[in-house]
């Protein structure tokens, strides 16, 4: 069976970096599960005019997600941002604060420098951010945001791809439960059509005392076509053909979706709740061992298949 190639999956990582004139942006792309499109900017406040750019473009090629985007810079070894960018007046208040902490807790352990260098009142990201990022362009943020979408995409088709061979893995084992108890349920029927006859005869046996009295004004040819009555009655009950019938065009219908690819999570998330339904009725049916663990791996697999639909866009 051919995997698809384009069933993404909701979860991934993308990033890319471009040059501007006096410094380098750098963008990253996470994203989890969610119903909807749910889009998280983290941008510095001089480059949120192009905030527009970022979403219009992270919408036309994402349907399904909490999408967290982040933009980072850096400037270039050329660039005149001075060097010196710690804040000493907020290196002094923390440091008045420790040693304030250690006086009340002596045991309590001084902050290191790699500690006290990532405080962001220290070492503010911002600093130098007004004279690095002046002169990006929206061109440079449209070709960071689309190069980082290509890498995020192809990180979310290949897990995609790898959901959808697993889930078609899954149709297949549905498959062969749904075969095996097809060829089985004549064989079910007829032992279950021949317990309840022997059954019936038994309490039509003359010599049974206690069922004397209430048979003994209905003629035998009457108690024989009630008793047929009753095993047809009783087939129709436990007779499961079309549940089987239904699972089948279920993994016909969850295969196609698969091989159309696109966004398929809401659809096989509904094609679950077919199943489960399915399943139930089976073991709600089951007039005997078989059906009844047939029953529960399909529950099983269903759940493993809903667990796994939940991740697809």
Known sequence: MNTPTNIFSMTGF????????????????KSVNSRYL??????????A?????????????????????????????????????INNEALQTLLDLQASIIACAPNAAPLSV???????????????????????????????VNQTLDTFLTNRATEGAHLAQT?????????????????????????Q???????????????????????SAIPREELIERIKQEVSLTAIRIDVSE????????????????????????KLDFLMQEFNREAN??????????????SMDLKIIIEQMREQVQNLE
């Open 14 to 29: 993308g990033s890319a970096e471009v040059s501007s004139s006096a410094c380098t942006l750098a963008l990253q792309l």
């Open 38 to 47: 749910e889009l998280i900017l983290k941008v510095p406040e001089e480059l």
């Open 49 to 85: 005019p192009f905030e527009g750019i970022l979403r219009e473009s992270i919408n036309q090629r994402i349907k399904r997600g909490k999408i967290e985007c982040k933009i980072s810079w850096q400037a270039t070894a050329n660039d005149t941002v001075p060097t010196t960018h």
């Open 114 to 144: 790699n500690q006290l260098l990532n405080h962001p009142s220290v070492l503010p990201s911002s600093v130098g951010a007004a004279h690095a990022l002046a002169s990006v362009q929206a061109a440079e943020v449209e070709t960071l």
């Open 167 to 191: 889930l078609n893995n899954r149709l297949e084992a549905i498959g062969n439960i749904v075969t095996n108890l097809r060829q089985q349920l004549p064989e079910l029927l007829a032992h």
């Open 193 to 215: 059509e021949a317990r309840l006859t022997e059954r019936l005869l038994k309490a039509m046996d003359a010599n049974k005392n206690e069922v004397t009295i209430a048979t």
């Open 243 to 266: 549940e089987l019938d239904r699972l089948d065009g279920h993994i016909a219908n969850a295969r196609k979706t698969l091989r159309d690819g696109g966004s398929v999570g809401k």
């Open 281 to 294: 009725t089976l073991g709600s049916k089951s007039a005997s061992l078989l059906q009844t663990q047939a």
